[in-house]
């Protein structure tokens, strides 16, 4: 015969402070927990969803990202050529060629400048990033000083808005247009035309060549026959492996920050809860007795405080992951280590994520509450009876 | 001393619960002093820099160069002591995982500029003499095992191919926030190789000036000066001091730093909830002792004094054991991260924190537990059981 439930719940009420301070102890390391995972995921959405998996990527060998790539004039012409890139509805090749540069801009809240990806554009680069769209003002002209900024940029950063005007590479650069990319890294750039860019930055090769694959299947292919051409070289990714290769190494960073963290505050809470138990468990000891002495088995007894140990532990987590739920309102921006560049990203909840987490405070609560519930089911009726 | 005695004896009569508590206060202590000594890890470049450097870049960002030419031009003016320059190489050892610095200087002058860095009088020889060679901090040498001698292969990532260099000296710092695990060899082989090749954008083109000055009081003139020598040229020029340059990388990633920080204080509210536990549950017990102390004519004043006495003795005891713990575990910590943060020691500040931390957690933890005690009417608190 097992113990109703209703006895843990009046339990846990009798004693409300202790419940409410082992809980929120609880709760506290769940929300780290959820939340650094929630870092860890937006980063890595934010960056793999830049990417789509019929578009190629070509960078020079070894380069690793576009920052440092550089990719000349001639071989970018021969890639061009490759019969494996889509056709459009105009008749002409999905193909852009880009620069990517960096440029120093203050930031709006503390004035400290920080590094902004500034990408060269052909016409076609925007056929080729479908999720970008433009929210505010128009199209930069090709052939123009006139570049688009993407809408993470605007709240952050000093004088990007509609009209205003960048100075660097000696020209003034007008920002006719805001762009909107949802929740990926290209809402943190800034977009004007490639060859106005090289000539004002004295860069006179590109930094990537992106285009649509006819059939996504022939990747494995193209990338063979460009790799081992003796004219180029080049090396190609999809580019959605491209992205998430760049935010492997932060979002290794954050996990493995994480997890260090989270292990020694669940060791805390951990504590906290034996604490609670052993103390609650010692109480009652008059109680165990009754309860024994009425006929329930030492299995019943064990069980009734893990299923109030574990409820503690529940408790927590659900308070942790509601809270944590709401960290999906902030923007976090930070610089990506690998691309040297400013990124904008938000937490982001999975299943997966709560799931974890859920599991993740009842562990807590059971390692917890096991030792305690042990001893109380090891008490001897007499002596416990006797003990009030 | 009597009332110390009473505390301990009070504070050690549930021994499973306080050691619990010790357990737990130590380790919230231990993690918030190693979440610290991480953040203070990250300014070690701050800490490091000197007064009297100022640091001449590329106004656009640091990844465009600078011309070689403007090396004359910069020590002419008034003020500069030594220029020296070099470019950030971004070099890669066999797997990207192997980070470390490796920038390319024009060695004589880095070594005046850089007198933090010392080298054995016949390795310097060994180094300067040889074009290929390079010299590397005392951590980073003893992390890869090489000897005097030794050929390393970087793989380029500006500057494509693989790039060979030959051991020659080994450096240590002259105090501990000296970074030891940079790799240094000549700007000039880096020149060279790329001028064997086709045409490279960065032939005569150096990444970044360091100019040392007469006195720190004139760094700030000396940089307008210099800026304002190369304004509307093709490469425009951005002089600040080098602590200001190295701040304008941890600003970067400013995000972080402020993550962990906030970290580090949620630990303290976690301990604070586990103590403020073991608190209520104490004098929840003794709620029947305390009504015979306010019999015996003890005022609540008396009774404030045993709550806060013993919640402030195991947290203190707890804090002293996780300082102790500190020490050990920041070193194991450095010697796993290794060339990530180049130096990484505790600060008194940090054990100063520490004391205080636990010091705010004893007394928030006993506040609550005192009014109920206090507040409880004598009759009432006879009466209660358990």
């Known amino acids: 015969m097992t113990i109703p439930l209703s006895y843990n719940f009046r339990n846990l009420w009798t004693r409300r402070l202790t419940t409410f301070l082992t809980a929120s102890g609880m709760a506290l390391v769940v929300f780290v927990f959820a939340a650094i995972l929630m870092l860890a995921n937006g980063l890595q959405k934010t960056l793999v969803e830049t990417g789509s998996y019929d578009n190629v990527v070509v960078l020079r060998k070894g380069s690793g ?256 992951l509601f809270f944590a739920s709401f960290m999906q309102l902030f923007t976090l921006s930070t610089m990506n280590f690998q691309t040297f560049s400013e990124l904008a990203f938000s937490f982001s909840i999975t299943f997966e994520i709560i799931y974890k987490a859920l599991v993740f405070s009842l562990v807590m609560g059971f390692v917890g509450g096991v030792l305690p519930a042990i001893r109380a089911s090891r008490m001897n009726i007499v002596d416990a009876l006797r003990s009030s | 001393m009597l009332i110390l005695k009473l505390l301990f004896r009070n504070a050690f009569r549930n021994k499973l619960r306080t050691g619990l508590t010790f357990l737990g206060i130590t380790v919230a202590i231990l993690s918030f002093g190693l979440l610290r000594t991480v953040i203070s890890a990250w300014y070690a470049g701050v800490d490091a820099s000197s007064a009297t450097r100022l640091i001449t870049r590329n106004s656009i960002s640091l990844i465009f160069p600078l011309p070689l030419s403007y090396k004359d031009r910069i020590r002419q003016t008034h003020g500069v002591k030594n220029v020296s320059y070099g470019s950030w190489f971004g070099g890669i050892y066999i797997d990207e995982k192997n980070f470390f610095p490796n920038l390319g200087v024009e060695p004589g002058s880095f070594l005046e500029l850089y007198p933090e860095f010392i080298l054995r009088p016949e390795e310097k020889e060994a180094f300067l003499k040889d074009r290929k060679g390079f010299m590397a901090g005392r951590k980073l040498v003893a992390k890869y095992g090489w000897k005097i001698g030794d050929i390393v292969t970087l793989k380029g990532t500006i500057f494509s191919g693989d790039w060979d260099f030959v051991l020659r000296a080994i450096y240590r710092g002259k105090d501990e926030s000296t970074d030891e695990s940079q790799f240094i060899f000549h700007w000039d082989y880096l020149n060279e190789t790329l001028k064997k090749r086709a045409r490279h954008p960065w032939i005569d083109q150096v990444g970044y000036y360091v100019i040392g000055v007469n006195q720190p009081e004139l760094a700030s003139e000396v940089s307008s000066t210099i800026d304002s020598a190369f304004k509307n040229s093709l490469a425009e020029t951005l002089t600040e001091t080098e602590k200001a340059f190295q701040q304008s990388f941890v600003a970067m990633s400013g995000a972080i730093v402020t993550a962990i920080q906030l970290v580090s204080m949620v630990v303290i509210v976690i301990i604070m909830a586990v103590v403020a536990n073991t608190m209520v549950m104490t004098t929840r017990e003794r709620i029947g002792e305390y009504a015979v102390l306010k019999t015996l004519g003890f005022t609540g004043r008396h009774i404030a004094v045993l709550i806060f006495g013993e919640s402030l003795v195991i947290t203190m005891i707890g804090c002293l054991l996780g300082i102790a713990l500190t020490f050990p575990a920041a070193t194991w910590f450095s010697k796993t991260v290794g060339t990530f943060f180049p130096a990484f020691k505790i600060e008194t500040l940090t054990l100063y924190l520490d004391v205080a931390a636990a010091l705010l957690v004893a007394l928030v933890a006993a506040i609550i537990p005192t009014r109920r005690a206090i507040k409880i009417r004598i009759a009432d608190g006879l009466r209660r059981i358990g």
């Open chain 1, 65 to 320: 990202s576009e920052v440092v790539s550089g990719v000349g004039r001639e071989q970018a012409s021969v890639v061009e050529t490759r019969p494996e890139i889509a056709i459009g509805s105009n008749g002409q090749r999905l193909l852009a060629k880009e620069i990517v540069v960096l440029i120093n801009i203050p930031k709006r809240r503390t004035n400290k400048p920080s590094n902004i990806i500034v990408r060269g554009i052909e016409e076609n680069s925007l056929l080729l990033r479908p999720q970008v769209k433009l929210v505010e003002g128009r199209l930069p002209r090709m052939g123009s000083l006139e570049v688009i900024a993407g809408s993470s940029l605007v709240k952050r950063f000093k004088n990007i808005g509609i009209d205003e005007a960048l100075c660097c590479g000696m020209g003034d650069w007008r920002i006719v247009g805001i762009f909107d990319a949802g929740n990926t890294g290209f809402s943190s750039e800034i977009w004007g035309d490639a060859d106005q860019l090289m000539q004002a930055f004295r860069r006179p090769v590109y930094s990537s060549i992106v285009f649509k694959l006819r059939d996504p299947s022939e990747f494995q292919e193209l990338k063979n026959r460009l790799e081992s051409d003796p004219r180029l070289t080049v090396e190609a990714k999809r580019e959605t492996q491209y992205y998430a290769e760049q935010s492997e190494m932060m979002a290794k960073f954050l996990r493995i920050l994480g997890l260090s963290i989270t292990i020694i505050f669940s060791l805390g809470a951990i504590i906290g809860a034996m604490v609670t138990m052993y103390s609650s468990v010692a109480n009652r000891t008059a109680e165990i007795g009754t309860l024994r002495a009425l006929g329930f088995q030492r299995r019943s007894i064990l069980l009734a405080f893990l299923v109030e140990s574990l409820l503690l532990g529940f408790l927590g987590g659900a308070a942790g």
